[in-house]
Nanobody, 123 residues
Framework: QVQLTESGGGQVQAGGSLTLSCTAI????????MGWFRQVPGKERELVAS????????FYADSVKGRFIVSRDNVKKMGYLQMNTLKREDTAEYYC????????????????WGQGTQVTVSS
C-alpha cells in the first residue's frame, strides 16, 4: 500500500520561505508523477504544482509561478516544494499526491494522498 507523508509546514511571515517535503513508501510499481495541492476551508482543492517521473514535465499554477519550485529525488523517493516570497493568500493546508501515471497535471489523475500539512503566512 502506498503511503505519502508531508513535512515542513509551519508559520512564516509574508515574504519568507518554506520548503515542504514528501516521502513516498510502499511503491511497488514503476515510475509515478507527483503533485502538490492546497486547500482552504470552504474552497476547492487547488493544484499548485506537479512534476513528472523524469522531471521533464513541470506544471505551476499561475498564482505561484515564479515563486515556487517543485523538484524530486527518485532515489530517495521524495518530492519537494520550495515556496519563496510567500503571501497571505498562500495560507492553506498543503497536500502531497502521487499518480500511477508518469505525467499528471489534473486532480483526477492523482491516486494517493498525504495527510496534509498546514502553511500559515502572516503579516
Amino acid at each position: 500500500q502506498v503511503q505519502l507523508t508531508e513535512s515542513g509546514g509551519g508559520q512564516v511571515q509574508a515574504g519568507g520561505s518554506l520548503t515542504l517535503s514528501c516521502t513516498a513508501i510502499g511503491v511497488t510499481f514503476g515510475g509515478f508523477a507527483m503533485g502538490w495541492f492546497r486547500q482552504v476551508p470552504g474552497k476547492e482543492r487547488e493544484l499548485v504544482a506537479s512534476i513528472s517521473w523524469t522531471s521533464g514535465s513541470i506544471f505551476y499554477a499561475d498564482s505561484v509561478k515564479g515563486r515556487f519550485i517543485v523538484s524530486r529525488d527518485n532515489v530517495k523517493k521524495m518530492g519537494y516544494l520550495q515556496m519563496n516570497t510567500l503571501k497571505r493568500e498562500d495560507t492553506a493546508e498543503y497536500y502531497c499526491a502521487a499518480s500511477r501515471l508518469l505525467i499528471a497535471d489534473t486532480e483526477g489523475q492523482f491516486d494517493y494522498w498525504g495527510q496534509g500539512t498546514q502553511v500559515t503566512v502572516s503579516s
